[in-house]
């Protein structure tokens, strides 16, 4: 075998041995939701992720039902909400793809409780009149 095939096979091994970084894999302790990063992690497990239906409708659950509770508190004629989304309301696809894409622009909120970060980007995006 030429020196030079040898070099390069050589080559090949060493770099199939280096760990490639990839989109993390959710985990059980995701599901707890303690902070804005699991929840996030959650949000965008990727498509080959074995948990990744039961995250993504998680995730979808943790945000609407977070929302839906806000809703209720402030459905009186005294209510003061926090935030006021436009009329007509953004689809739920796109609130949570705009809250995962403020939440990454936005790391120093990762331990944060998630409700807490969301309703920090709800109140940013959509602040009521004062």
């Excluded at 302790?29 to 992720?49: K, V």
């Excluded at 003061?80 to 809250?99: G, H, M, S």
């Amino acid at each position: 075998m030429q020196l030079k095939t040898l070099k390069w096979r050589g080559l090949a091994l060493l770099m199939s041995l280096i760990p490639v970084p990839h989109a993390s894999a959710v985990t059980e302790q995701d599901f707890l939701a303690r902070n804005t990063q699991q929840l996030i992690q959650l949000c965008t497990a990727p498509a080959d992720d074995p948990l990744r239906v039961a995250a993504v409708h998680f995730c979808t659950g943790y945000l609407v039902g977070a929302y839906h509770y806000h809703e209720s508190v402030n459905s009186g004629p005294d209510s003061q909400p926090l935030v006021c989304p436009p009329n007509p309301k953004p689809t739920r696809e796109q609130a949570i793809t705009d809250f995962v894409s403020w939440a990454k622009a936005h790391p120093q909120y990762n331990q944060d409780r998630p409700v807490d970060a969301m309703f920090r980007f709800m109140v940013e995006k959509w602040p009521c009149p004062r």
